[in-house]
């Protein structure tokens, strides 16, 4: 079962605009991390965000956690044709750091 | 080396055969997983392994035994699966670095697409 729900569950978007997930979780957390998939291919982890921080960046990947919402979001500035993939955030699901489950995933398609 | 290496990396197998998924990391991961995804689903945990015992099974269907015979390798034994366990299955595994294991990074393996006929 999923710990958490993305939003839109599909986003498509213009080369060079900026694209904006979400993902909100039920349970409290240690860290909430962000992977991308493409098609038919294994996941890539883009990014760790611990629940002490509020905001996180990596090139062009902007990553915020509101622990008080139960929310996160990733925002990819200047989107490539490249950045077409499926978007995942990922949380655990107990105290153990074993119970890894994903959200629902956005499928963000970028049009030349 | 942030490497998980699965084989193979597309399987075609009959109702009626055993045939087996394996995961190999050189990471000294002392956690491995397994997950099944379904098209346009994410990834659904099946087996957990922490130093080579199994410590979660999400109540994933007998035809399906994994087994840790060491610390580098995870398999996934198949036998009798149904045509809806086609599917792809992702290898990942984490490292124990820190006091905080669940504030490790979780590597993916590229998958093993399946498809029962």
């Known amino acids: 079962s999923q710990q958490g729900e993305e939003d839109p569950q599909a986003l498509s978007i213009q080369e060079g605009e900026n694209a904006t997930m979400n993902c909100s979780y039920k349970?409290?957390?240690?860290?909430l991390q962000w992977y991308r998939q493409n098609s038919g291919r294994g996941l890539v982890h883009l990014i760790l965000?611990?629940?002490?921080?509020r905001e996180k960046h990596s090139g062009r990947l902007r990553v915020t956690l509101d622990t008080s919402k139960k929310s996160s979001s990733l925002l990819i500035t200047a989107s490539r044709a490249a950045d077409t993939a499926s978007y995942f955030c990922?949380?655990?699901?107990?105290?153990?750091?074993?119970?890894?489950?994903f959200g629902p995933g956005t499928r963000l398609s970028v049009l030349p | 080396d942030t490497e998980v290496t699965q084989t193979p990396k597309h399987l075609v197998m009959g109702m009626t055969n055993k045939k087996s998924l394996k995961c190999e990391q050189h990471?000294?991961?002392?956690?491995m997983y397994w997950y099944k995804q379904k098209a346009k689903k994410p990834p659904e945990l099946m087996f957990v392994?922490?130093?080579?015992?199994?410590?979660i099974n999400e109540s994933v269907p007998s035809r399906f035994s994994p087994e840790c015979p060491n610390s580098s390798l995870l398999n996934l034994h198949l036998h009798a699966l149904q045509p809806e366990d086609s599917a792809l299955y992702l290898c990942?595994?984490?490292?124990?670095?820190?006091?905080?294991?669940?504030?490790?990074?979780?590597?993916f393996g590229e998958g093993s697409w399946l498809t029962v006929v």
């Open positions: 990942a595994s984490r490292g124990d670095r820190g006091p905080d294991r669940s504030g490790n990074t979780i590597y």
């Open positions: 349970t409290s957390i240690n860290n």
């Open positions: 965000i611990r629940s002490n921080e």
């Open positions: 990922a949380t655990y699901r107990d105290n153990y750091g074993q119970n890894f489950v």
């Open positions: 990471m000294g991961h002392r956690a």
């Open positions: 392994y922490s130093y080579e015992k199994l410590s």
